[in-house]
């Protein structure tokens, strides 16, 4: 089982930018989706954005539509968030997995999640 690798996370200020990557080393074939979450302390995992390898189709959840990005590198297989406009509320630990469900935006369906990367927005 191999999970993704997160990174590009760290601490902006309120108005700020940061992109985070999602590496998919050897990444399952059948699992043509890649998701991003976020997770603030006390909260479930929330959904941000979504993506598919193939016809490049994206997703988003309302907190972030219109201020992030998600796109993919296929040859790199790796997945970018753009995140602008940030807010204090955007706060959290951002992951990614892998799914089968096209769109999904159910933390339950997305499986080889990697261990985050803290993004921090201060007032």
């Known amino acids: 089982q191999v999970h993704m690798v997160e990174s590009g996370g760290g601490l902006v200020q309120a108005g700020g930018s940061l992109r985070l990557s999602c590496v998919a080393p050897?990444?399952?074939?059948?699992?043509?989706?890649m998701g991003w979450f976020r997770q603030a302390p006390g909260k479930d995992r929330e959904f941000v954005a979504a993506?598919?390898?193939?016809?490049?189709?994206?997703y988003y959840g309302d907190d972030v539509k219109g201020r992030f990005t998600i796109s993919r590198d296929i040859t790199k297989s790796t997945v970018y968030l753009q995140m602008n406009s940030l807010k204090p509320e955007d706060t959290a630990v951002y992951y990614c997995?892998?799914?089968?469900?096209?769109?999904?935006?159910?933390?339950?369906?997305?499986?080889?999640w990697g261990q985050g990367t803290q993004v921090t927005v201060s007032s």
């Open positions: 997995g892998e799914s089968h469900v096209k769109g999904s935006p159910y933390a339950y369906e997305y499986f080889n």
């Open positions: 993506t598919t390898w193939g016809d490049d189709s994206t």
């Open positions: 050897g990444r399952t074939e059948s699992a043509y989706v």
